[in-house]
Each structure stands twice: as structure tokens, then as C-alpha cells.
């Protein structure tokens, strides 16, 4: 079975800006593929790429085996735009009507049901969008991306705007589709987010992926701690296993020892890491006086802090395609359609 999404030597220029400087990637099915980096880094240009909203400079991307752009490709994604809005005059229930005829979903009621309870709407089927709050059209916005049963769902920050009860909604939401073998890309600066719910993760900075891998390799270990009668040292390039023998070589060499941590660094270390904002760490001198660490990593457990959270902020009017929420507040953006070109040769 082919990829769900797979991409090739991905390169984009819009004009002299190198937006993507070849992307390699693939998302199994069933997997939930995060994709990291900072402001500017080239993500929402390759989700839209994979939509077929942005003609890529080289390279390939496929879905399920298909040319991004094509019909075959269309019919099997879904897509929530990071800057999108809907008309405020549309029910949530009469928005998911409009999905279901543009991309011909025989669904039904049935359908457009199942998908507002899914994102926690189903009490407010006749709400108009412009009496919801943001985090509602974020979950609408979800429902639209569901509509058709879609194989690769490819969605670009969408909790950006949501409360945390809101974010652990979509997080159930995610896990539940994979297990239906639903692939997805999530694009997030919430790393939390992510390292809780994504099988494999790549960090990508100036167009480039620079890391790459599950969040448990990425957030290795970081680092041992120990307390003595003359205070804390760490030693940042000790692991777990190393822990035994530096107490033994600290109670060797006379020291009390009062306690030992195995330190591990977060997604968010390595992401900064990744990305070069990392302050530099300390060496590890293995025995008395090992110089503190500087990178601060965390406690024995995940979960990444402090995530930069960008919000959202509704663009213009969704238009067509299959779930395609479009952004139109971009002005500049290079459509399939072949309007406001802007790129290099
Ligand atoms: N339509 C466009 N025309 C010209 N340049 C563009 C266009 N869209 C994006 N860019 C540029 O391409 C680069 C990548 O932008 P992109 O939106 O893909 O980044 P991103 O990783 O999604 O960032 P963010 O986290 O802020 O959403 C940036 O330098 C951006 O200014
Ligand atoms: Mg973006």
C-alpha cells in the first residue's frame, strides 16, 4: 500500500525566498505525522503543496500513490487551513451540507451528525459560525476536514485556537481516527500537543528538516543528577545506566550521597536544539565538580512546557474543493488554478 503522504526532493520558491529546500518525508497510514518548526520554517507551504493549492519548484509529493493536485489525490484528503473562515451567516450543520456537495459525500444527516458530535458541537447544530467562539470554529472547522471519510487528513495548527479541554478533545479525536487507520500531518507549535499524540515528528527550519524521529528519541536522555553533601551536580552526557557507577565513584572518593535523578531532555530542548535557539550545554567531566548544566533539561518525564502558541486568526471566505478551507487572506498565494503567480522559474 502506497504512502498516505509522500514527499520527495520537495523544493518551493516564491520568487527569490527559498520556502522549501528539499523535503523528504513519508506518513504511513494510520499515522500521526507531526511537523515542527519555527514561524516562517515552510509548513504551511507544504501542506499546501500537498493539497494541490501551491505548485511545488521540484520535487514530488504524492497521495495514496497519487499526484498531489490530482482528483484521485483531492478525493482522499482532508485539509484545515491555519488562516481560514467561514461565511458567518452558515449553521454549523449548514456548512457541513455545503462540504458534502462539494465533494459529493452521500452522508447525509447521518453524517454531518456524527461529525459535530465527534468535535464536541453536536448540541449546536443550528449555531450560526459568527455566534461561535474561535475554539468552535476551530472544531468546526475540524468536522469540514472529516467530511468524506478522508484517508490523509492534513491539518494546519488547529488548536491553536483552543481551550486546554478543547485540545485534549482533538487530541482523543486524532487518536480515535487512527485507529481507524485515518493518517494525519499536524502542523503545531505545540509541542506538548504533539509529543502526546504523534507516532513520528520532523523538525524542519529554513526549508530544511534538521531532526527527525519519534518524540521519545528526539527527547532523549538528558543528563544525570546528583545530590551530595556539597550540593547538586549534574553530569548532562550521563544516561540511566550510568547513574550506578557515579555514585559508586562518588562514595569512593568520600562523599555522601542523598539522592540520584535521571534527567531527560523535552521535545521542546530538542526542538530549540534543532533549530539552534539552544542555550549551549554545559561538558560532562565525569567525576567531582562536573560543570551544571546549562540546558535545564527536564524531570524523568515528557511533556514539553512553555510551547510557542501562535493564534489563530480567521482569513476570508472558504471556497471549494474537498474540504479545502481556502486562504485567501494570503494575498500572493500561487493557486492550482494558476492565479497570482509568484514563482521563480
Ligand atoms: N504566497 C507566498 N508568496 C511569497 N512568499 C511566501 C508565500 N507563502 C509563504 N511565503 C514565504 O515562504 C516561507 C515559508 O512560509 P510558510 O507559511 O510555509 O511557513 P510556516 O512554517 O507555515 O510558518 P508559520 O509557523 O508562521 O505558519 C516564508 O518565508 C514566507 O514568507
Ligand atoms: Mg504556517
Known amino acids: 500500500m502506497p504512502a498516505a503522504l509522500s514527499v520527495t526532493g520537495l523544493r ?11 523535503i523528504d518525508l513519508a506518513v504511513g497510514a494510520g499515522e500521526l505525522f507531526g511537523l515542527l518548526g519555527p ?22 509529493v504524492e497521495v495514496c500513490g497519487s499526484p498531489a493536485g490530482s482528483a484521485h489525490a483531492h478525493a482522499q484528503l482532508g485539509y484545515l487551513a491555519e488562516l481560514f473562515r467561514f461565511p458567518d451567516w452558515c449553521t454549523a450543520e449548514e456548512l457541513l451540507g455545503l462540504h458534502q456537495e462539494l465533494i459529493g459525500s452521500q452522508g447525509g444527516v447521518a453524517e454531518r451528525r456524527e461529525l459535530l458530535q465527534l468535535v464536541e458541537l453536536g448540541d449546536v447544530p443550528g449555531r450560526r459560525v459568527g455566534a461561535m467562539s474561535k475554539g468552535m470554529q476551530q472544531r468546526l472547522g475540524l468536522a469540514q476536514a472529516l467530511v468524506g471519510a478522508p484517508r490523509l487528513l ?21 487518536e480515535r481516527l487512527r485507529e481507524r487507520g485515518v493518517s494525519v500531518l499536524l502542523n503545531s507549535h505545540l509541542l506538548s500537543e504533539v509529543e502526546l499524540v504523534c507516532d513520528r515528528v520532523a523538525i524542519i527550519d529554513g526549508g530544511e ?9 528526539l527527547s532523549r536522555a538528558g543528563g544525570v543528577e546528583v545530590e551530595t553533601a556539597a550540593g547538586v551536580r549534574t553530569f548532562p552526557a550521563a544516561t540511566r545506566a550510568d547513574a550506578p557507577r557515579i555514585v559508586r565513584e562518588l562514595v569512593a572518593a568520600g562523599e555522601d550521597v542523598y539522592s540520584v535523578r535521571a534527567l531527560s531532555s523535552t521535545l521542546e530542548d530538542a526542538y530549540l536544539e534543532a533549530v539552534g535557539r539552544a542555550p549551549v550545554a554545559g561538558d560532562e567531566t565525569g567525576g567531582r565538580g562536573a560543570a551544571d548544566e546549562a540546558a535545564k533539561p527536564g524531570a524523568d518525564e515528557m511533556g514539553g512546557r512553555g510551547a510557542a502558541h501562535e493564534a489563530a486568526e480567521p482569513g476570508a471566505d472558504e471556497t471549494g474543493g474537498r474540504g479545502a478551507a481556502d486562504e485567501a487572506a ?10 497570482a503567480e509568484d514563482e521563480a522559474a
Open 209 to 217: 528538516v534538521v531532526a527527525a524521529g519519534t518524540p521519545a528519541e
Open 39 to 60: 514561524n516562517g520554517a515552510g509548513k504551511s507551504t507544504l501542506v499546501k503543496i500537498a493539497c494541490g493549492l501551491v505548485r511545488p519548484s521540484a520535487g514530488a
Open 154 to 174: 492534513l491539518l494546519d495548527e488547529p488548536t491553536s485556537a483552543l481551550d486546554p479541554a478543547g485540545r485534549r478533545t482533538v487530541r482523543q479525536l486524532l
Open 330 to 339: 494570503e494575498p500572493g498565494a500561487d493557486d492550482a488554478a494558476g492565479r
Open 12 to 22: 518551493k520558491a516564491y520568487g527569490s525566498v527559498q520556502a522549501l529546500r528539499g
